[in-house]
């Protein structure tokens, strides 16, 4: 099993720390900034092996180059976004394994926020870093892909064991639980999920990683199929993209 450190990062972002304890290997998922990074690295006496990006956007690279050159530590990202992604050593293609340590990952296209945006899942310590896909409470905002695209690869990322840890990319939750409260504000475990966030956020704590679990009975974007759901924002009859669509568009304007 992989040791997991959150480590936030600017004002809102995490990045994420694996550490495989057998063969010292150690990865980070996403650098928005090195310092608090090789913080993290120093303070646990780990020798960083791999940097995992999941996508282009600058909050989420920006470190990269300059971890890499403290570190040496080797670079992967989709091959699709190799263009717009700092320099790779390891250029990763849909649904491609490769290993932290003696564990095996799966590379997941999830594109919605951006066209090329990937998510890696480790089965067997049961973690699943999404980013900007499938967040705390919500999901990225559609820059490049459409509802269609989001919609589907949130499907793909809610069929996981739902004991799954979901490590996002920002702490939104309490905006994006404040949202998900007007569409469901009788649903329970809701309500009890954004006291238990308020009060993570008012000791200082992430509310991140999440459990599948708890996104699949809090989330409003992996509940679009729900008659609950589609009667909330006035449309009990239409599909499920239609639905989610709308759930999207008015968190837009939230
Ligand atoms: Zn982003
Ligand atoms: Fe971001």
Known sequence: MLDLVTIPCLTD???????????????????????PVLAALDAHHWRLTDILITH???????????????????????SADAHRLPRLDVALDANCSFSVGRETA??????????????FHFPESRLLFTADSLMAGGCGRLFEGTARQMHASLAKLAQLPPETLVCSGHEYTTSNLRFALTLEPDNPQLIS???????????????????????????????????????????PDADDVTVFAEIRARKDKF
């Open 13 to 35: 972002n995490y990045a994420y720390l694996i550490h495989d304890p057998d063969t010292g290997q150690t990865a980070v998922i996403d650098v928005p900034e090195p310092g």
């Open 56 to 78: 282009h956007h600058d909050d989420h690279i920006q470190g990269v180059d300059a971890l890499r050159a403290r570190t040496g530590a080797m670079v992967l990202g989709a």
């Open 106 to 119: 799966r590379v997941i296209e999830v594109p919605g926020h951006t066209i090329g945006h990937i998510a």
């Open 193 to 235: 999920r954004a006291a238990e966030v308020a009060s993570f956020r008012a000791q200082g704590r992430p509310t991140v990683p999440s459990s599948l679990a708890t996104e699949l009975a809090t989330n409003p974007y992996l509940r679009a199929h729900l008659p609950a759901l589609k009667t909330a924002v006035g449309l």
